[in-house]
């Protein structure tokens, strides 16, 4: 062999052995960090044995005696499976990422030092029912004998060890009842209501008149897409579902602008950076409209997509149901937290979809010095001084300053030099106040009946949900639950000077014998989809202005009632509803393209719509050009005159806009104003809209228009939320997955959300899916969007995300003898 090849041949061999030496290093690290999930394991501090069973699937029933017992093995669980992920949650609520990872997360840290949610989550422990401790406490012991047994890195996770390279000296510290806590207020920001647009409005002042702006905004439209509830009314200091309505008569832009970029710097624990993206659907069809005839309820909630998912399912199940142990209940539980989110129990079943009420208001302020301005006097600021740790750093002193109406979020910002009549921006929020969200969980996950739910539900205080709920005697049900703020004067649409007082908060929410609630209603049916809760012409006090527009909701509503007129609905049926792919502003938007007068090879890409149903499946080619148009739409109608932050992402509020600009062929909107000596009209931006994405589809897939797929543009890759945007390619791959490519869009039922601004990736999903069958609720349905397992490489790292893509569902076994059947693991838990 020539010299050259022998030096190549042995090179190759030299990296050949390295790789597989390095492999097997990964392989055992990575194998060393699984949980046992066979065998027997002594758990200190058990009362009695637990048995914990596992699917193919790896979700765990965990069986015990006791309540105590039942939720220290969930901690046990959730560490086995998640830990890290719950650690980086705690860091994050806590504003302690750069403690991990340096200097590159301190402006997250900043951000959530100034709104202090583990402070808020301190203050609300000692306020909640001593069961509720209890049960915190008994979920930590949990986690923290996992932990104890644990020590290695390599014993944890493969981020662990990763990390440790990084930042060798860390070690985590104990779980405790505040960590978990504080994941609620995540929840709750994630959740929250119409800041974002309380922003843009004001930043979009900047440049346009308040008409123009307001066009941007257009009201729900109640004539066409219906709320959630459709009768009742306020009477006699209640709500009452039978009455009848009976109803009386640009300042601060450089403080607005820096607060934008700390509310931008908190991180979306559940949700996305997209504020249109979030949102659910969640409905329940009565007995009487069902084959079993016993009521259905569908639940998918919209958020972002995480590797892991935000989701862990489990069963949580007494043995024998007692007062000491009276749980019996399985569904979706958040890592970090005891209880059940959204589930069954024997008896009841209930969803949730974000109300999305006005919980939140920035207030205008004049700050001199250490004082603000209210109310014709200087008052002074409350302050208080954060260190935040920052590994291989030195430690950073942030002072964090408040008005009465809350932190001040703009001075977070380095070097930021408000100026203006309004210097400063303070945060008015509902979660900045302690209340009893805890306590709510550990109610729903008991009760039996509809009075029990809503009893229950009175605790929820944030994020404010609606409530679906069904039973197995037949009934079916709806409550707003929330801590809901009244205005002195206003109506949270936009930012509002802070000095004056006249637009400060009431002392007292929203009762919540007045908030909306539904039972049994005539149609039999209740649809939630992030739609309006009720006509505001039968109903006040304001819940907000900003809802979503109901496209969602109107299809659900309307997918219904061809099921039923065709006959009794069963769970295939509800299924097929959660999968429709159906554009809504599809049948608005096209016909108005089909007027254009329209020349060039753009025309052959618009012939794919003439015939087009608005169905948006993998291999359509009519979806990928209607949304490449929306895109350019989008973008040629607003670019030129909102500023950047306000520009368009794309969601049904954005179908309501260009709905009534189509009926204004020569709005102001319309025109280029980049242009010169000329003035656009609609049927201009129409015909560029349609030729720049036919122009863009060509380059990315090719000239042949019938052979262009959705499915090749709009796919889902699933990132791990620490490791998995490291900017480090190998580390990277270790840990992410995908792409998939996903049916569905931003507004669909399947709403598979992407934004005109970044592409057609998808940021915003149907987090998981779950249809209950109140006939038998081992009958019910469910899937998650990845798996179990927090563990890269393990079975159940990513194991239900192909058949989530399909639109398929995995059997939700919620009886001993089903799932004793499917347990293909057994671990015996021991004092």
Known sequence: MPWPLRWFARVLTVVLALVLVLTGVVVYTVRKSFPQMDGSLRLPGLSGNVEIYRDKSGIPHIYADTAKDLFMAQGFVHAQDRFYEMDIRRHTTAGRLSELFGKTTL????????????????????????????????????????????QRASDRSLEYSILK???????????????SLSWLKAMAWDLRSNMGDEIDRALSLTKLPKERVDQLYPGYPYDRHAPIVTEGAINQNRFDQRAAPRLGPGRGERALTQAAKTLDAIPNTMGTDDRDGIGSNSWVVSGEHTASGKPLLANDPHLSPQLPSIWYQAGLHCRKITEDCGYDVTGFTFSGFPGVIIGATDKISWGFTNLGPDVADLFLEQVEGDTYLYKGEQVKL????????????????????STRHGPLINEVIEDAKPSGEANAVALQWTALTPGRTADAVFALNKAADWQEFKAAAALFDVPAQNLVYADTTGKIGYQAPGRI????????????????????????????????????????FIVTANNAVIDPERYRPLLTKDWAHGYRSERIRDLLR??????????????????DTRNGFAETLVPALMQVDLAGPSTRARELLKTW?????????????FNAVWRQLLALTFHDELPQAAWPSGGDRWYEVVRRLLALPDDPFWD??????????????????????????AERLGDDVKAWRWGDLHQLELVNGSLGTSGIGPVEALFNRGPLAVPGSKDAVNATGWNVQRGYGINAVPSMRMIADLSDTDKSQWINLTGASGHAFHDNYWDQSEAWAKGELLPMHTKQESIKKAATHTLKLTP
């Open 107 to 150: 402006s997250n840290d900043k951000a959530l030092r100034t709104m202090g949610w583990r402070k808020v989550a301190e203050q609300e422990l000692p306020e909640l029912a001593q069961e509720t401790k209890d049960y915190l406490d008994a979920y930590a012991k949990g986690v923290n004998a996992w932990l104890s047994a644990n």
């Open 165 to 179: 390279l990084q930042n060798g000296d860390y070690r985590p510290e104990q779980w405790s009842a505040v960590d």
């Open 382 to 401: 409350e302050t208080r001084q954060e260190q935040i740790k920052v590994a291989g750093g030195a430690t950073v002193t942030l002072t964090v300053k």
């Open 485 to 524: 703020p009244v205005r002195e004067k206003g109506d949270g649409t936009y930012p509002v000077p802070g000095w004056t007082g006249e637009y400060d908060w009431n002392l007292a929410p929203i009762p919540y014998d007045q908030l909306p609630s539904v039972e049994d209603p005539a149609e039999g």
């Open 562 to 579: 061809a099921a039923i007129e065709k006959g009794p609905i069963d769970a295939a049926a509800m299924s097929r509803i959660q999968q």
């Open 613 to 625: 149903d608005g169905t948006q499946g993998l291999d359509s080619a009519p979806a990928a050009y």
């Open 672 to 697: 280029d104003v980049t242009t010169k000596n000329r003035k656009e009209t609609r049927d201009d931006i129409l015909r560029q809209a349609m030729a720049s994405a036919h122009q863009e589809l």
